[in-house]
């Protein structure tokens, strides 16, 4: 994996090929197809062993907490290693459904979990609307974020999740 | 374009080639590479011609509006040729950032022009919150969408949008 990290960012994670990670590690491609079953599969175990799934604080004060934790995801996808990884696996689910699968079960999972843990506290606080629906919790507050990075392609930035929070938290409806 | 759009639902688009294309047209590749600079840019072209940007209705309820519009986006991309040729363009996106310019430029920015344009009558109306924050609207919008089609690829139904359409416009903070 420190192989995989090395070689795609000298070379480009797009660019990085079972072969050539075989041939730099000195092993047989057989070997590293024996470990992992793709190069989505191989670029999955690398991104998780750079990093833990970000933890949530608990100020008690809800929105500075997402603020916090959400400046903490846009730095890390802000700069390498971490950042041309993971776009470089969400490309490869697109075209390859076991790493999509992977990625949901690994990655995307353990972070619901924390932020529902987190919502679900603030709920109790009388923070939360008793209404919101946890189980969006991730596409509502994360989706806004994959849209910049996946289709506008606009650079990731504490001002954008700001604005992003914001206009969450207080709805499109007017309040009295 | 029409070659592209048989030949992609016979074979998937992630496996057309431009090759393939100029084959089945019968001509030759360099008549393909001279209007279509690469496989994005046809798939783009390809798209354009099924359908105009879907027109938002203006009952004077704003909510039931976007439901009408959001419905409509979800039924043209459930079912070809639309849906599989709209995600091999983002695929194609992700590693072609002129495929993701033109495809901001030519299918996302008339879209949000569009969005834009009814969530100011419904403020005109009181229907918005004044602050709400319009340059935000496509990725607020269409996040949570994107985050089911492109990250955890669950299909997109109605149920769903009408789900994350009721987040968005109540917010997530109580309300009084």
């Known amino acids: 994996?420190?192989?995989?990290?090395?070689?795609g960012q000298e070379i480009g994670y797009a660019n990085l090929s079972m072969e050539a990670v075989a041939a730099r590690a000195g092993a047989s491609k057989q070997t590293i197809y024996r470990r992992w079953s793709s190069k989505g599969a191989l670029l999955l175990d690398s991104l998780l062993s750079l990093n833990e799934p970000l933890d949530y604080p608990d100020t008690g004060d809800l929105a500075a907490d997402l603020r916090t934790q959400i400046h903490a995801a846009v730095?890390?996808?802000g700069?390498?290693?971490y950042g041309p990884l993971f776009y470089a696996l969400v490309g490869e689910a697109q075209h390859d459904r076991r790493v999509a699968a992977s990625l949901n079960e690994r990655f995307i999972a353990p972070q619901q979990d924390k932020t529902v843990a987190r919502l679900r506290a603030a709920r109790d606080q009388g923070q939360l609307s008793?209404?919101?629906?946890?189980?969006?919790?991730m596409a509502i507050l994360s989706g806004p974020l994959y849209f910049r990075l996946l289709i506008t392609q606009e650079p990731l930035t504490h001002e954008y999740v700001d604005r992003v929070l914001d206009a969450l938290l207080a709805g499109m409806m007017p309040r009295p």
């Not at 994996?1 to 070689?7: N, P, V, Y």
Request: glycine share 4%; aromatic share 4%.
């Open 79 to 81: 700069a390498p290693p």
């Open 75 to 77: 730095d890390l996808l």
């Open 130 to 137: 008793p209404g919101f629906d946890l189980d969006l919790a």
């Open 1 to 7: 994996m420190r192989t995989t990290l090395e070689l």
